[in-house]
């Protein structure tokens, strides 16, 4: 549009002295005309009418001039001013306008961090660390039930666990797997030491066999061997074993002894935090059941309950005997 109007500009220049004639017919009807012909840029002839304005002022004044007798100084310099130059300057003029008072924008600073991003951070570092404890969790229950899982050997058909063995009774009396022949036995491997564990596990045991005796009838030879012989003298057995069960058994022996019975029935043991005698020993939570020949019949892991027990027992005693029958 700059050139169109730069162009109209030199074709006004050229009939100004009657065109832009304030008393002209044409100089009346041309600058509405001309607004309607470029619709939408209104401003850029409003330069147009200032130069009319001008015009007619400086038509006055060389009027005033040539009835005094003197040279018509500003009539010259309009002449000598292009009209291109006065449209320019309205179109200056419009833009200062426009210019904001404070000459630069306004800057909007927000806060980069929102309290929702803020949320969603905190929520997802809790997941992360929630995801991690029980991954962790996993992992630790993996090893420690790998370590305490009961090895069956090549035998098909029958577990390759218990043997012979030699040990010492809680009365001082040396005694091996012979001594139980003809009966039931139940076997758990612990300490005297153990803080929980074998407490509660020796409690499920002596009620589990009661209740097999009461709903049965039959008498099961519960036996706890120690996997602790550093500490757990005969005495030290036979005081602990009594706070149980009348028939419960208690074995311990030379740590030779305890490793080779231990070995045989696939059970693991280890001391942690050897402080001198202040340690704990670290071992299998399982109960074997022996049938009257003192072969492994099955084992019992420490989530049975005491009915559970006693009816496993129960279903074993008597699938044993349906087998025997056959």
Not at 58 to 69: C, D, I, K, N, Q
Not at 87 to 100: H, L
Not at 128 to 143: G, T
Not at 262 to 269: D, E, G, L, Q, T
């Amino acid at each position: 549009m700059g050139a169109w109007r730069r162009l109209l500009a030199s074709a006004l220049v050229t009939g100004r002295s009657r065109i832009l004639s304030p008393q002209s017919h044409h100089s009346r009807l041309l600058a509405p005309r001309l607004v309607d012909f470029f619709p939408g840029t209104p401003a850029a002839f409003q330069g147009f009418q200032g130069v009319q304005r001008r015009m007619s002022t400086t038509t006055a004044t060389s009027a005033a001039a040539a009835a005094a007798g003197q040279p018509d100084a500003a009539a010259t310099s309009t002449a000598e001013k292009p009209l291109a130059e006065g449209v320019e300057e309205e179109e200056t003029k419009q833009a200062k306008t426009e210019t904001p008072v404070s000459g630069e924008p306004k800057v909007v600073r927000r806060n980069p961090v929102s309290w929702l991003s803020f949320f969603l951070l905190v929520a997802t570092a809790a997941a992360l660390l929630f995801v991690f404890e029980r991954e962790k969790k996993k992992a630790l229950d993996a090893i420690r039930n790998k370590e305490m899982d009961v090895k069956y050997g090549p035998s098909v058909g029958k577990a390759a666990i218990g043997g012979p063995f030699k040990l010492v009774n809680h009365e001082g009396k040396t005694v091996t797997e012979k001594d139980f022949l003809g009966n039931w036995t139940l076997m758990y491997f612990g300490f005297t030491s153990c803080p929980d564990i074998c407490p509660d596990e020796l409690q499920k045991m002596v009620q589990a066999i009661d209740a097999v005796d009461k709903k049965s009838g039959l008498k099961i030879a519960p036996l706890f061997v120690s996997v602790d012989p550093e500490r757990d003298s005969v005495e030290q057995m036979k005081e602990y074993v009594q706070e149980f069960h009348p028939r419960l058994v208690g074995l311990t022996g030379a740590p030779e002894d305890i490793k080779q019975v231990a070995k045989s029935f696939r059970v693991y043991y280890m001391k942690t935090g050897d402080e001198g005698d202040d340690y704990l020993v670290d071992h299998s939570i399982i109960m074997y059941l022996m049938d009257p020949k003192m072969e492994f019949v099955n084992f019992f892991g420490k989530n049975y309950t005491v009915d559970e027990l006693s009816q496993g027992i129960m279903d074993e005693v008597k699938s044993h005997g349906k087998t025997k029958r056959s």
